[in-house]
């Protein structure tokens, strides 16, 4: 069974005959992957600027479990939160925890940048995707609430004026926003 058929609570249907699928990972197994990532940078003895990102991410994404089903049972958003907390956030913290702490902090690998300033680049990156798509899950929540205000004010004629969403706000590119 896969992400989407999970999201959808597909999860007594079998498997076809012949086909292998790795289980999906159930809220605890998104917890349990969020935590290691924390315990791998704490005893890691990771710099804390890696230690604020990862914290960070995970407190996102923490957040965003409860509303996973709001961003669509066969969305994008909601693979790539899971993926994210399962996979995304892990590998990178281990590729950099892997090497030798002064190399990988002063020795240019890429681009003339440190292991550690590619680390901090990929964890800004997945910071600024999973803020998204919070932002996505709770405007499902907000748009609710309009489309309730504008069917009570039409059902009950009340003197309410008109509702609707306000335009989207992009989330901040600054990487030192919170």
């Known amino acids: 069974m896969g992400l989407f058929a999970w999201l959808r609570g597909d999860n007594n249907k079998p498997a076809e005959p012949g086909t292998v699928t790795s289980p999906t990972p159930t809220r605890e197994d998104i917890e349990q992957a969020l935590a290691k990532a924390e315990r791998m940078v704490?005893?890691?003895h990771a710099p804390t600027p890696v230690l604020a990102r990862v914290l960070r991410i995970t407190t996102a994404v923490k957040a965003i479990l409860p509303r996973l089903a709001n961003l669509g049972l066969d969305s994008q958003d909601a693979y790539t939160v899971v993926a994210t907390a399962t996979d995304y956030l892990p590998e990178s913290v281990a590729g950099y925890l892997a090497l030798p702490r002064d190399w990988a902090d002063t020795r240019p690998v890429a681009n003339g940048k440190s292991s550690l300033l590619l680390l901090i680049d990929q964890l800004d990156l997945l910071s600024l995707t999973i803020s998204r798509m919070a932002d996505a899950a709770n405007r499902m929540d907000a748009s609710a609430l309009v489309a309730q205000g504008a069917f009570l004010s039409t059902k009950f004629g009340g003197p309410m004026r008109a509702t609707r969403l306000?335009?989207?706000?992009?989330?901040?590119?600054?990487?030192?926003d919170l």
Request: avoid cysteine; aromatic fraction near 0%.
């Open 42 to 44: 704490l005893e890691g």
């Open 166 to 176: 306000d335009d989207q706000q992009g989330p901040s590119s600054n990487p030192l």
